[in-house]
């Protein structure tokens, strides 16, 4: 195995793959919402065993999440990816 190949040897780099970051996004958000839910259904067992602050890890998770859909919503309008349809 050779790690080191001259120019002429190489093989040309491979087109970028496009990739929609909102799905892992909307799926992080979703995550951290069902995390919050939870957080307010065992509330009482949380305190009591002294967890409350899970709640506030996932407010602050859900916000993060809302705010990163929104920039890479802002990324894709920039770009001009919002025009051209998905091939989902």
Same mark, same amino acid.
Request: aromatic share 4%.
């Given at each position: 195995?050779?790690?080191?190949?001259?120019?002429?040897?190489?093989?040309?780099?491979? #087109?970028?793959?496009?990739?929609?970051?909102?799905?892992? !996004?909307?799926?992080?958000?979703?995550?951290?919402? !069902?995390?919050?839910? #939870?957080?307010? !259904?065992?509330?009482?067992?949380?305190?009591?065993?002294?967890?409350?602050?899970?709640? @506030?890890?996932?407010?602050? @998770?859900?916000?993060?999440?809302?705010?990163?859909? !929104?920039?890479?919503?802002?990324?894709?309008?920039?770009?001009?990816? #919002?025009?051209?349809?998905?091939?989902?």
């Amino acid at each position: 195995m050779r790690l080191w190949l001259s120019d002429g040897e190489r093989r040309p780099d491979p #087109a970028p793959a496009r990739a929609d970051g909102r799905k892992a !996004v909307v799926a992080g958000t979703i995550g951290w919402i !069902v995390a919050l839910v #939870a957080c307010l !259904v065992f509330r009482a067992q949380l305190e009591s065993a002294g967890l409350a602050w899970l709640t @506030g890890a996932a407010i602050t @998770g859900a916000a993060i999440g809302l705010i990163g859909l !929104v920039v890479v919503q802002v990324i894709r309008r920039r770009s001009g990816q #919002a025009s051209e349809p998905s091939t989902d």
